[in-house]
C-alpha cells in the first residue's frame, strides 16, 4: 500500500508587515530555502541582520504573514551609489516552500510596485537566473520585461550560470 501526503497551506488573514531586527530570522530562513533550489541566488548562504539591514533600502522592505507565520519576503535594493542612479532599485522576492505556488510572490511584488513608487523609484531590476522560470514569468505577469541576459555571470558549486535581466519602468514616476 501507498500512502501520500500532502501538507495543503490554508492561509487565513494575509497581510503586509515589514522586516525587522525581530523577524528577520523567519526572513533569513526562507531565504535559506531560496538558496537550496539552486536556482534563486548565487549566495549560498544568508547573512546577519546587520549585513542584512545596511546592503537593503530603508523602504520597500516587507513580508506577508498570516498570522505570525512569514509566506514571503520582498525588498528594494541600490543599484549604485551614483545619484543619478537614485530612482532605481533592484527587486528581490523569496517565497516560504511551503507558500510556493499560491500567488504570494505576485502580491508580494505588486505591492513592492506600489511602494517604490512612493518612494519615487521609477525602474525597478531584477536578475534572475534563467533555470528559475516561474520567477522569470512572475516578473513579467507583473510589468517587467526582459531586456537581455549576462552570461556566465557567476558561479554557483562551480557551474558558471546565465541570469535573465528584466525591467519594470513606473508609468507615473520620472515622466514629464
Sequence with gaps: MVVVVTQILVVVNMQFNSITKANYNQVAQIYE?????????????S??????DKNHLKFGRITLQDGETILGWASLASVSSRCV????????VYVAEKARGKGIGKKLLLELI?????????????????????SIQMHI????????????????????????????????????
Design 85 to 92: 542612479y537614485g530612482g532605481v532599485a533592484e527587486v528581490s
Design 141 to 176: 505577469n507583473c510589468g517587467f520585461r526582459i531586456i537581455g541576459y549576462r552570461e556566465k555571470i557567476g558561479q554557483l558549486n562551480g557551474v558558471w550560470l546565465d541570469n535573465v535581466l528584466l525591467e519594470c519602468r513606473s508609468k507615473t514616476i520620472g515622466i514629464k
Design 114 to 134: 506600489k511602494i517604490s513608487e512612493d518612494y519615487n523609484i521609477w525602474t525597478l531590476q531584477s536578475g534572475i537566473m534563467r533555470d528559475n522560470k516561474a
Design 47 to 52: 547573512v546577519d541582520w546587520s549585513t542584512w
Design 33 to 45: 530555502e531560496g538558496i537550496k533550489t539552486g536556482m534563486a541566488t548565487f549566495e549560498t548562504k
